[in-house]
Protein backbone atom coordinates (compact mmCIF):
# COMPACT_ATOMS: atom_id res chain seq x y z
CA UNK A 1 0.00 0.00 0.00
CA UNK A 2 1.03 3.76 -0.91
CA UNK A 3 1.57 6.68 1.25
CA UNK A 4 -1.50 8.89 0.18
CA UNK A 5 -1.05 12.08 -0.95
CA UNK A 6 -3.40 14.98 -0.13
CA UNK A 7 -5.36 17.33 -2.58
CA UNK A 8 -6.63 20.80 -1.95
CA UNK A 9 -10.37 18.75 -1.22
CA UNK A 10 -8.65 16.91 1.23
CA UNK A 11 -7.59 19.85 2.95
CA UNK A 12 -10.97 21.09 2.92
CA UNK A 13 -12.56 17.93 3.86
CA UNK A 14 -10.38 17.42 6.34
CA UNK A 15 -11.06 20.78 7.95
CA UNK A 16 -7.21 21.73 7.52
CA UNK A 17 -8.44 24.40 4.96
CA UNK A 18 -11.11 26.67 3.78
CA UNK A 19 -11.74 27.03 0.12
CA UNK A 20 -11.10 30.70 0.11
CA UNK A 21 -7.69 29.88 1.29
CA UNK A 22 -7.01 27.71 -1.02
CA UNK A 23 -8.11 29.68 -4.17
CA UNK A 24 -5.38 32.53 -2.90
CA UNK A 25 -2.85 29.61 -2.90
CA UNK A 26 -3.77 28.13 -6.05
CA UNK A 27 -4.07 32.22 -7.55
CA UNK A 28 -0.49 32.22 -6.12
CA UNK A 29 0.97 29.01 -7.47
CA UNK A 30 -0.25 30.19 -11.08
CA UNK A 31 0.77 33.10 -10.64
CA UNK A 32 4.40 31.90 -9.93
CA UNK A 33 4.63 33.85 -6.81
CA UNK A 34 7.29 32.54 -4.29
CA UNK A 35 5.49 30.92 -0.92
CA UNK A 36 6.53 30.59 2.33
CA UNK A 37 5.09 27.76 4.85
CA UNK A 38 5.79 27.97 7.79
CA UNK A 39 4.95 26.10 11.47
CA UNK A 40 5.71 23.53 14.11
CA UNK A 41 7.21 20.30 13.71
CA UNK A 42 4.37 18.10 12.47
CA UNK A 43 2.18 20.70 11.59
CA UNK A 44 1.46 19.89 7.73
CA UNK A 45 3.91 21.92 5.98
CA UNK A 46 4.65 18.85 3.65
CA UNK A 47 0.72 17.68 3.22
CA UNK A 48 0.28 21.73 2.38
CA UNK A 49 3.43 21.89 -0.61
CA UNK A 50 1.58 18.07 -1.74
CA UNK A 51 -1.67 19.68 -2.36
CA UNK A 52 -0.48 22.74 -3.76
CA UNK A 53 1.93 20.38 -6.42
CA UNK A 54 -1.82 19.60 -7.71
CA UNK A 55 -2.51 23.24 -8.66
CA UNK A 56 0.84 23.33 -11.10
CA UNK A 57 0.73 22.73 -14.87
CA UNK A 58 2.07 19.09 -15.65
CA UNK A 59 3.69 21.26 -18.45
CA UNK A 60 5.55 22.82 -15.80
CA UNK A 61 8.61 21.04 -14.50
CA UNK A 62 9.37 21.26 -10.44
CA UNK A 63 12.76 20.39 -8.72
CA UNK A 64 11.93 19.23 -5.07
CA UNK A 65 15.00 19.80 -2.99
CA UNK A 66 14.60 17.12 0.09
CA UNK A 67 16.19 15.08 2.53
CA UNK A 68 16.55 11.63 3.13
CA UNK A 69 12.91 10.75 0.18
CA UNK A 70 11.11 12.76 2.22
CA UNK A 71 9.32 13.62 -0.66
CA UNK A 72 7.88 11.46 -3.31
CA UNK A 73 7.42 12.76 -6.93
CA UNK A 74 4.17 11.57 -7.68
CA UNK A 75 3.61 13.95 -11.28
CA UNK A 76 5.90 13.36 -13.89
CA UNK A 77 6.91 16.92 -13.86
CA UNK A 78 8.30 16.38 -10.72
CA UNK A 79 11.98 15.92 -9.87
CA UNK A 80 13.54 15.07 -6.78
CA UNK A 81 16.63 16.32 -5.87
CA UNK A 82 17.15 14.44 -2.53
CA UNK A 83 20.34 15.39 -0.09
CA UNK A 84 21.63 14.08 3.02
CA UNK A 85 24.77 14.21 5.38
CA UNK A 86 27.76 13.13 4.45
CA UNK A 87 31.79 13.80 4.54
CA UNK A 88 31.47 16.27 2.14
CA UNK A 89 31.06 20.01 3.19
CA UNK A 90 27.78 22.10 3.13
CA UNK A 91 28.98 24.42 0.55
CA UNK A 92 30.18 21.61 -1.75
CA UNK A 93 26.35 19.86 -1.54
CA UNK A 94 25.06 23.09 -1.75
CA UNK A 95 27.10 24.01 -5.04
CA UNK A 96 25.98 20.41 -6.22
CA UNK A 97 22.24 21.15 -5.99
CA UNK A 98 22.36 24.59 -7.59
CA UNK A 99 24.06 23.04 -10.85
CA UNK A 100 21.64 20.50 -10.52
CA UNK A 101 18.70 22.89 -10.53
CA UNK A 102 20.33 24.67 -13.01
CA UNK A 103 20.40 21.89 -15.25
CA UNK A 104 16.76 20.98 -14.69
CA UNK A 105 15.78 24.65 -15.20
CA UNK A 106 11.83 23.97 -13.18
CA UNK A 107 9.43 26.48 -12.99
CA UNK A 108 9.31 25.90 -9.48
CA UNK A 109 11.71 25.10 -6.74
CA UNK A 110 10.30 23.85 -3.72
CA UNK A 111 12.91 23.54 -0.53
CA UNK A 112 10.84 21.38 2.22
CA UNK A 113 12.32 22.02 5.65
CA UNK A 114 15.96 20.57 5.17
CA UNK A 115 19.17 21.53 6.84
CA UNK A 116 21.87 19.43 4.51
CA UNK A 117 22.21 22.30 2.30
CA UNK A 118 22.27 25.78 2.66
CA UNK A 119 18.89 26.52 1.46
CA UNK A 120 18.76 30.17 2.49
CA UNK A 121 22.08 30.32 -0.16
CA UNK A 122 19.81 28.39 -2.84
CA UNK A 123 17.37 30.60 -2.47
CA UNK A 124 19.16 33.81 -2.81
CA UNK A 125 20.98 32.37 -5.90
CA UNK A 126 18.19 31.45 -7.94
CA UNK A 127 15.13 33.30 -6.96
CA UNK A 128 15.26 35.84 -9.51
CA UNK A 129 15.15 33.14 -12.23
CA UNK A 130 12.95 30.68 -10.37
CA UNK A 131 9.60 30.65 -8.47
CA UNK A 132 9.43 28.98 -4.75
CA UNK A 133 8.07 26.87 -2.44
CA UNK A 134 10.35 27.28 0.47
CA UNK A 135 8.87 25.30 4.30
CA UNK A 136 10.34 26.26 7.62
CA UNK A 137 9.90 25.79 11.12
CA UNK A 138 8.26 28.36 13.43
CA UNK A 139 8.03 27.77 16.91
CA UNK A 140 6.51 31.24 18.21
CA UNK A 141 4.20 33.72 16.74
CA UNK A 142 6.90 35.64 15.49
CA UNK A 143 7.01 34.93 11.75
CA UNK A 144 9.73 37.16 10.06
CA UNK A 145 11.80 36.31 13.37
CA UNK A 146 11.69 32.34 13.71
CA UNK A 147 12.26 32.59 9.88
CA UNK A 148 15.12 34.14 9.81
CA UNK A 149 16.57 32.02 12.40
CA UNK A 150 15.70 28.45 11.06
CA UNK A 151 16.37 29.21 7.31
CA UNK A 152 19.15 31.53 8.15
CA UNK A 153 18.04 34.60 6.17
CA UNK A 154 18.08 38.13 6.09
CA UNK A 155 15.25 40.48 6.49
CA UNK A 156 15.88 40.99 2.77
CA UNK A 157 16.06 37.65 1.78
CA UNK A 158 12.68 37.27 3.74
CA UNK A 159 10.91 40.08 1.97
CA UNK A 160 11.47 38.52 -1.32
CA UNK A 161 8.54 36.17 -0.56
CA UNK A 162 5.21 36.85 -1.81
CA UNK A 163 3.03 34.59 0.28
CA UNK A 164 3.52 33.84 3.67
CA UNK A 165 1.30 30.57 4.75
CA UNK A 166 1.30 29.79 8.81
CA UNK A 167 0.02 26.41 9.93
CA UNK A 168 -1.16 25.31 13.21
CA UNK A 169 -1.46 22.05 15.16
CA UNK A 170 -4.13 21.45 17.63
CA UNK A 171 -1.75 19.10 19.72
CA UNK A 172 -4.50 18.12 22.15
CA UNK A 173 -6.63 16.88 19.10
CA UNK A 174 -3.80 16.17 16.11
CA UNK A 175 -5.81 18.81 14.38
CA UNK A 176 -3.63 20.86 11.56
CA UNK A 177 -4.87 23.16 9.43
CA UNK A 178 -3.97 26.54 7.34
CA UNK A 179 -4.15 29.21 10.26
CA UNK A 180 -3.28 32.51 8.33
CA UNK A 181 -1.92 33.82 4.82
CA UNK A 182 -0.30 36.99 4.28
CA UNK A 183 1.34 38.77 1.46
CA UNK A 184 4.71 40.06 2.06
CA UNK A 185 4.54 44.01 1.32
CA UNK A 186 7.52 46.03 2.01
CA UNK A 187 8.88 43.88 4.65
CA UNK A 188 5.32 43.60 6.38
CA UNK A 189 3.09 40.63 6.46
CA UNK A 190 -0.56 41.81 5.15
CA UNK A 191 -3.32 39.40 6.43
CA UNK A 192 -5.26 38.32 3.50
CA UNK A 193 -7.21 35.30 4.92
Known amino acids: MGVYLFTPEDLIRYGS ?6 EVLREAVLGKKDILIVGSSRSGKTKLVEALMHYIPDDWKVAVVTAYGEFKPFKPNIIVI ?3 FDQRPLERRTDEV ?15 TLHTVDSAR ?3 ELID ?6 TSLALNEDIKSEVRH ?3 IEDETFNKFDIV ?6 FRTGRKAIDRIYRVKDGELIELV
Open 98 to 112: IEKLKAINPVYIVID
Open 17 to 22: ARAEQL
Open 82 to 84: DTQ
Open 129 to 134: DYAFIV
Open 150 to 152: WLR
Open 165 to 170: VTLKRD
Open 122 to 124: IFR
